[in-house]
């Protein structure tokens, strides 16, 4: 068998893995910057 394919979907998977992790990460930091404004207010 051919591992070539076996490669570009451990890269896909890897590279998926990665941009949830980075998206997970912008969308708490947002959530932490809200809440740090709403007690700058208060």
């Known amino acids: 068998m051919n591992p070539i394919p076996f490669l570009y979907a451990a890269y896909i998977v890897t590279g998926v893995i990665h941009a949830v992790y ?3 990460l912008y ?8 809440e ?3 007690l700058e207010r208060k």
């Open 22 to 24: 980075l998206l997970t």
């Open 27 to 34: 969308t708490r930091y947002q959530k932490l910057k809200r």
């Open 36 to 38: 740090m404004q709403d």
